[in-house]
């Protein structure tokens, strides 16, 4: 991009997430939204740029680079659209409604050598950054389990994916993203109790490649909304609420001691409680901030298609192992064999 010229976003989807991508968009530095698809229009007339149709329409206006906030089932028809017209895409997770879509977006924008992102925001919520930072730092020592709750009243908004693709998949891409690790196998149980076509509740028991457990727990049935990650460890246990991106640390008493024969994991007893501190960020604005850069050139740390492939692979294993009561191995995640540019 020429010094000083701004990029030119699109956006598809006008629903409640779409929405406040269009407001990030619209002050955006170094950005102009120039043009929003949703053939129902602008109800509210409250948009800076122009509501058109259909994504021809949008390609016509000219965009470096689209935001794809449509329906989880039409990700792949709208995405391989972008791809083959040279626009790099940020598409909002999950990546596709199925293991095989999603990997022809992978193939089409790494063939094509354009940018293209999923949109998972809990990577970019600062408690669950400040908690990566903490992990990799060796702050809670060997990590024994990750446990997560996701649950909340019903979202009308959501129609062609269940509980699982929805919001299950936030969970398995922040569990493995924090700890630096991919699962290696999955069990899941999954019940429907709102009359949809879709499941509403999962119950997860899962494992890393190191022998962590993983256990989430996500459901649209409860007056409750609760955004819960807890990581325990030999050290104690973090403790990261989402919903008001807080971080607190709950130390193991037991291990303190400068006693080298006894430094080795023998029990745990109530120690000291930590709430950090940390600078709240829109995480939004951040997504929004790494993608552009990456359209840009720069580097930068945005959630790849590759990535949004694994974690669409080991949401459809939940749900394989819901149907029949197995447990799932999953393989290894593959990576290209050069990188897209």
Known sequence: MSEGRKLRAGLIGLGA???????????????????????AG????????????????????????????CPTALHEQVGLRLASAGVCALIEKPLAQSVEAATRLV????AAGLVAGVGHIERYNPALQNLRLRLEAGELGEVFQVVTRRQGPFPHRIADVG???????????????????????????????????HEDMVAVVG??????????????????????????????CFVADTLTADLTFYANAAIDTEWEALRAFRGVA??????????KREPLLVEHERFRDAVE????DIVTLRQGLRTVQVAAALLRSAADGSTIQV?????????AG
């Open 331 to 339: 393989g290894p995640v593959t990576e290209p064999a050069a990188s």
């Open 163 to 197: 509980v699982v693709m929805d919001l299950a998949t936030h969970d398995i891409d922040l569990t493995s993203w924090v700890t630096g690790r991919e699962y290696t196998s999955v069990s899941a149980r999954t019940v429907s109790r709102s009359g949809r076509l």
């Open 42 to 69: 602008d109800a509210t007339g409250t948009l800076r740029a122009p509501v058109v149709p259909d994504l021809e329409d949008l390609l016509k206006l000219g965009v470096d680079y689209a935001v794809v906030a």
């Open 207 to 236: 494992q890393l490649a190191d022998g962590t457990m993983v256990n989430h727990l996500v459901n649209w049935l409860s007056p409750l909304k609760e955004r819960s990650t807890v990581v325990t460890g030999d050290k104690g």
């Open 270 to 279: 109530e120690g000291d409680m930590v709430r950090y501190a940390i600078p």
């Open 107 to 110: 193939e089409a924008f790494e």
């Open 297 to 300: 050139g720069k580097e930068s």
């Open 17 to 39: 997430m779409g929405r406040n991508h269009a407001r990030i968009l619209s002050g955006l530095d170094g950005v102009e939204l120039v043009g929003i698809v949703d053939p």
